[in-house]
């Protein structure tokens, strides 16, 4: 079941900040996407490692919530990150699945693509709360 972006509070004042936008959800799938913009550039004029992880974290948790519900939280216990190419432009897009969903925790994996190339790949358990 697809969800209406527009129903739900999805952003957190931290999301807005770094610029991630929310694109989709749906059963336990989420999409969300981050554009370059000056606050995620490091020293070396690249997307940020750190604002990466967070589009990768938000999106996995955004997930999570499409799959157990919005009246519900859910807590990052422990995420994974490989950094496979660096972003100099543009925009990135995150693609996140919950690949299992338990009764107290989720496990949920997510890719991160600019067009079609794989920009970084994670995984993370959440627990529900």
């Known amino acids: 079941m697809s969800m209406d972006l527009a129903d ?4 957190s004042d931290y999301s807005k900040l770094l610029g991630i936008e ?3 959800l749906g059963d336990g ?3 969300a996407r981050l554009p370059m913009a000056d606050q995620v550039r490091n020293r070396a004029l690249n997307m940020h490692g750190g604002a990466i992880f967070s589009l990768l974290d938000i999106t996995m948790g955004l997930a999570c919530s499409s799959s157990h519900g919005f009246d519900r939280r ?3 216990l422990e995420c994974k990150i490989n950094y496979i190419r660096p972003v ?3 925009e990135v897009i995150c693609k996140a699945r919950v690949v299992h969903a338990g009764s107290r925790t989720l496990v949920v994996e997510a890719d991160v693509l600019q067009g079609d190339k794989l920009v970084a790949k994670g ?7």
């Open 74 to 76: 859910s807590a990052t």
């Open 8 to 11: 739900l509070q999805t952003a």
């Open 123 to 129: 995984q993370g358990t959440f627990a529900q709360l």
């Open 88 to 90: 100099t432009e543009g």
């Open 22 to 24: 929310a694109l989709s």
């Open 29 to 31: 799938v989420a999409e």
